[in-house]
Nanobody
Framework: ELQLVESGGGLVQPGGSLRLSCASSGFTFSSYWMYWVRQAPGKGLEWVSSIDHGGTNTYYANSVKGRFTISRDNAKNTLYLQLNSLKTEDTAMYYC????????RGQGTQVTVSS
């Protein structure tokens, strides 16, 4: 059974940092591109970042480029997202996903940016 379990969210002040993790199981993690998507209150799912099978190529939404960093450890079947210089508009539920639309995703981890 495919499982994606996110962790690392929390409440942080503007300008702060968080590191999200996503532990995967039930599929061959190293064979898939992986994604982070997010959903702000009252809004739809938004693609945030992508990473290829080996972690060589990464892609970011313009809204997070230069502040967020996606990475993966295929030996640990784990996906990461480093969030720096957080803004209030980054407040959302963050999901790791096996597709860019978030159709196959975990339960999410909440990130709240507030002073």
């Amino acid at each position: 059974e495919l499982q994606l379990v996110e962790s690392g969210g929390g409440l942080v002040q503007p300008g702060g940092s968080l590191r999200l993790s996503c532990a995967s199981s039930g599929f061959t993690f190293s064979s898939y591109w992986m994604y982070w998507v997010r959903q702000a209150p009252g809004k739809g799912l938004e693609w945030v970042s992508s990473i290829d099978h080996g972690g060589t190529n990464t892609y970011y939404a313009n809204s997070v480029k230069g502040r967020f960093t996606i990475s993966r450890d295929n030996a640990k079947n784990t996906l990461y997202l480093q969030l720096n210089s957080l803004k209030t508009e980054d407040t959302a539920m963050y999901y790791c996903a096996r597709d860019s639309r978030g159709n196959t995703r975990g339960q999410g981890t909440q990130v709240t940016v507030s002073s």
